[in-house]
């Protein structure tokens, strides 16, 4: 059974750093392409980040430079650095892990962005 839990969302004030976690199990965590998305209120959930097996990333253009993927395949953990946040990145953040196409995730957990 796959288990993805998010951890690590909460409050930031624009221009703060904020890092999320999210343990996998279940899975061979190592084959899996796992990612980011978001979803704010009223909109589409979106596409953040993702890291394959390889290590490659993509990150959607309003996040480059500012965000910051990456997976420990020997704790089956991936991990999301937010930094320089702004109003705009509010929204609930959910851990997806990828294999053919099979989507599984997470909970989600809920980052806002406020002063």
């Known amino acids: 059974q796959v288990q993805l839990v998010e951890s690590g969302g909460g409050l930031v004030q624009p221009g703060g750093s904020l890092r999320l976690s999210c343990a996998a199990s279940?899975?061979?965590?190592?084959?899996?392409?796992m990612g980011w998305f978001r979803q704010a209120p009223g909109k589409q959930r979106e596409l953040v980040a993702i890291?394959?097996?390889?290590?490659?990333?993509y990150y959607r253009d309003s996040v480059k430079g500012r965000f910051t993927i990456s997976r420990d395949n020997a704790k089956n953990m991936v991990t999301l650095q937010m930094n320089s946040v702004e109003p705009e990145d509010t929204a609930v953040y959910y851990c997806?892990?990828?294999?053919?196409?099979?989507?599984?995730w997470g909970q989600g957990t809920q980052v806002t962005v406020s002063s």
């Open positions: 279940g899975i061979i965590f190592r084959l899996y392409r």
């Open positions: 997806n892990a990828n294999l053919n196409f099979q989507n599984n």
């Open positions: 890291i394959n097996g390889d290590y490659s990333t």
